[in-house]
T-cell receptor, first 108, second 114 residues
Framework: GQSLEQPSEVTAVEGAIVQINCTYQ??????LSWYQQHDGGAPTFLSY????GLEETGRFSSFLSRSDSYGYLLLQELQMKDSASYFC?????????FGTGTRLKVLA | DVKVTQSSRYLVKRTGEKVFLECVQD?????MFWYRQDPGLGLRLIYF???????EKGDIPEGYSVSREKKERFSLILESASTNQTSMYLC?????????????FGNGTRLTVT
């Protein structure tokens, strides 16, 4: 089966850098995605890694290592608006399996 | 911009009722999905559809069924609602089947079964 583990909560201060980890156990997948969800809102897509390595999109970067069954989302120059839940997701054929989610609290 | 619209933001139903949750997308996406979201459990896939009239079970299909008569519309049906189906239900669509293109989510339907 497939399961993805994330820390339940991370706290950081404004302007800092924070890393949210995602470890998984699976027999195969196409890529690892990250989604952001503010309270009361819909999840929105942040990034996708099909290959091992780092993908950078503005203040956000995402990393994948298939050999270590591990990925992370890196948020730089944290802002108050980054306070939200973050989900990693593995994609297989027609299927996306989500992690349990990490609530990020950004403190002033 | 892709828009995924769920017909109700909040619903309250009684145990045993038949419940319909409707979802419409406006971008001609082939793939549509129904998830439920519960605290500490993340998003769990209930059913998905990759074409009109096609449907596949996800990880937690028990107690649910789906209907996709038109490409833009994907309905989730609770045949006989139970209290353990109280949850946030999220509909999503995507253009490809491998995750390279993002899932587009609706704003969710918070269902309470009493």
């Amino acid at each position: 089966g497939q399961s993805l583990e994330q820390p339940s909560e991370v706290t950081a201060v404004e302007g800092a850098i924070v890393q949210i980890n995602c470890t998984y156990q699976t027999s195969g997948f196409y890529g690892l995605s990250w989604y952001q969800q503010h309270d009361g809102g819909a999840p929105t897509f942040l990034s996708y890694n099909a290959l091992d390595g780092l993908e950078e999109t503005g203040r956000f970067s995402s990393f994948l290592s298939r050999s270590d069954s591990y990925g992370y989302l890196l948020l730089q120059e944290l802002q108050m608006k980054d306070s939200a839940s973050y989900f990693c997701a593995l994609s297989g054929t027609y299927k996306y399996i989500f992690g349990t989610g990490t609530r990020l609290k950004v403190l002033a | 911009d892709v828009k995924v619209t769920q017909s109700s933001r909040y619903l309250v139903k009684r145990t045993g009722e038949k419940v319909f949750l409707e979802c419409v997308q406006d971008m001609d996406h082939e793939n549509m999905f129904w998830y439920r979201q519960d605290p500490g459990l993340g998003l769990r896939l209930i059913y998905f559809s990759y074409d009109v009239k096609m449907k596949e079970k996800g990880d937690i299909p028990e107690g649910y069924s789906v209907s996709r008569e038109k490409k833009e519309r994907f309905s989730l049906i609770l045949e006989s609602a139970s209290t353990n189906q109280t949850s946030m239900y999220l509909c999503a669509s995507s253009i490809d089947d491998r995750g390279a293109s993002p899932l587009h989510f609706g704003n969710g339907t918070r269902l309470t079964v009493t």
